[in-house]
């Protein structure tokens, strides 16, 4: 374990100085793009206005032989367009792949400036995040980078559970995690064929009254564990938790309620996959208005958050006063970024 004095120290002369806290954007949906389809590529102006995050997705669901046309196509991208608010991140290959140096490597070298957030997947330990911690700081320093690239690690193998306090620990770098499911179910050997949601088989059968009569059953979430223990990881760290892929494109209800859960848990934001996806994330992860228009209430009835008033016949106190201002807080940040929900929130 680092020593306190030195956990904000560069790692290397020349790097910059590590955040003590990560920057305050609104990151509602992580958008993936396959870098090496030329089409998409083009269109990445025109979807960087859409989305809060445009990620280049190099890792799994890119075929092995556009690897290296993947990972040409993000720089081409990167070096083409300005994001403006919009966060520019990349999710390189995994650690024990022939890809992940090469990634790293070029990537910030060519267009390190521009890049906020290396995804990095499939992370098992702390050991991980400081491999890449280290790399980054002397490519920082080699590359005269200003801003440090920030680490987004995916909680995606039992071991990386396991060990989800010190990873989120691991570095000022973090900037957080999200779940992904479908390595996960089989990492540790879930017997599932689904990449994040519900699962009609997990489910709790109620009692019944008589003998054969029918029984309802309710329909359980697989990722409630995991979820809690990795937004408590983060938010215990001061980094952000996430919501990772939803696969089945043609259920935007069940991608609805999966992300809605998450958000209700503490998260701050999804993958989208697929364009329909975008709209959903938007949606769920700007808070409710009519949420926010209690939260202000509440805010107002207690300036300085102390003692105790009835709202609508529900108690409010100096806890229910924070849960109000982190609603309140992150509409104001929605606000800034999307002029369409500042005019709904009014604040
Ligand atoms: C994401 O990478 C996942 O495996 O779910
Ligand atoms: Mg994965």
Not at 200 to 223: G, I, M
Request: glycine content about 8%; overall charge negative.
């Amino acid at each position: 374990m680092k020593l306190p004095r030195k956990f904000f120290e560069p790692l290397a002369i020349g790097a910059p100085t590590p955040l003590r806290e990560p920057p305050v954007k609104v990151e509602r949906m992580i958008h993936f793009i396959p870098p090496h389809n030329d089409k998409v590529r083009a269109r990445a102006g025109e979807l960087a206005q859409q989305v809060d995050v445009l990620l280049g997705n190099l890792e799994d669901a890119v075929p092995l032989d556009s690897k290296e046309a993947a990972r040409q196509g993000f720089i081409a991208m990167a070096k083409a367009h300005e994001f403006g608010t919009t966060g520019l991140w990349v999710r390189i290959n995994a650690l024990n792949s022939p890809w992940m140096l090469d990634d790293v490597m070029q990537i910030v070298g060519e267009v390190g400036t521009k890049l906020d957030v290396i995804m990095l997947p499939k992370v098992e330990g702390a050991w991980d995040i400081h491999y890449l911690d280290q790399l980054l700081a002397q490519l920082e320093a080699r590359h005269h980078i200003e801003k440090p690239i920030l680490i987004h690690a995916i909680l995606e193998t039992a071991e990386g559970v396991k060990n989800v306090d010190s990873i989120a620990a691991a570095s000022p770098r973090m900037h957080g995690m999200s779940l992904g499911p479908a390595d996960l179910a089989a990492s540790r050997g879930m017997k599932t064929t689904r990449v994040g949601g519900g699962h009609p088989d997990y489910k709790v059968l109620a009692d019944s009254a008589e003998a054969n009569a029918p029984r309802q059953s309710f329909q359980q979430d697989l990722w409630h564990y995991t979820i809690a223990r990795m937004v408590d990881a983060c938010m215990a760290n001061g980094i952000k938790a996430f919501y990772g892929p939803f696969g089945d494109f043609s259920d935007p209800q069940a991608c609805e309620a999966q992300f809605r859960n998450a958000f209700l848990m503490g998260c701050v934001g999804a993958w989208s996959l697929h364009p329909s996806q975008v709209g959903i994330a938007k949606q769920v992860f700007s808070p409710d208005p009519a949420e926010v228009a209690f939260a202000k209430r509440i805010l107002e009835a207690m300036p300085d958050g102390s003692g105790a008033v009835m709202i609508d016949g529900k108690m409010q106190d100096d806890a229910t006063w924070k849960q109000a201002r982190v609603i309140v807080d992150l509409a104001r940040q929605v606000s800034k970024k999307d002029p369409d929900f500042a005019k709904i929130y009014n604040i």
